[in-house]
């Protein structure tokens, strides 16, 4: 990876590094609970993965007001930061790869739907802080497709958008990208289908782990 194609890769979080579509699916089942209101089904939250959680509160009840939206906004956040919510692992592999990238003189940035609260979480828990020259979240601003996350870490690093790429799994990462005229790569190992994320714009589509990442960025 001498002649690097990019300077700065930017990933999501959920479905692309962590596989984390379980404790999702369980921590908003929860919270409807909580607040005693349908329970979605597995398929209508994993539809919503990659959204910030109040335009995925939005999507999954379109009826709802602004005070059942914050209701289920702090019930999820209750129990995807509590201590028995399901456990989530990296998928195989992105330590060593994050690794290799950084060695490679690449910079790291994540752009994710999660809140800040529970980035900080996970970062922590995975000890892969240090790899990533900033992050935003869906909290701070826009949710995607929006591409204000990722005007603000090219604006944050000094670089253009032609100098970065997108990493993700969602049609909403794609598009994203595509808003933020960056190119974008997607995987086949998170929640939507990868002739999906290739129709949105992807350049291409990794199949089974990060490890294709940087054979990809020196083909």
């Known amino acids: 990876m001498k002649n690097k194609p990019y300077e700065l890769i930017i990933f999501d979080w959920d479905g692309t590094l962590m596989d984390s579509e379980v404790q999702i699916i369980t921590c908003m089942q929860r919270a409807a609970k909580t607040c005693k209101v349908r329970i979605p089904t597995d398929n209508e939250v994993r539809h ?27 019930a999820f956040r209750v129990h995807f930061l509590g201590a028995d ?6 998928f195989p592999q992105v330590e060593a790869i994050l690794e290799q990238l950084n060695d490679a003189g690449y910079l790291l940035a994540v752009a994710t739907g999660k809140g800040r609260a529970g980035l900080a979480s996970v970062l922590v828990e995975t000890g892969l802080k240090h790899y990533f020259i900033t992050t935003r979240c869906a909290d701070e601003t826009f949710s995607k497709p929006h591409p204000q996350m990722l005007e603000e870490i090219l604006y944050y690093v000094g670089l253009e958008s032609h100098q970065a790429l997108m990493v993700g799994d969602t049609t ?12 974008s790569l997607g995987v086949a190992w998170g929640v939507h289908p990868s002739e999906n994320l290739i129709k949105t714009g992807a350049k291409a589509c990794l199949k089974q782990s990060l490890t294709e990442l940087p054979i990809w960025l020196n083909h």
């Open 172 to 183: 909403y990462d794609i598009e994203m990208a595509a808003n933020a005229k960056m190119d």
């Open 48 to 74: 919503i993965i990659g959204l910030g959680l109040t335009e995925a509160v939005q999507a999954i009840y379109p009826n709802a007001n602004q005070q059942d939206i914050q209701q289920m906004f702090d």
């Open 85 to 90: 919510r399901p456990p989530s692992r990296l």
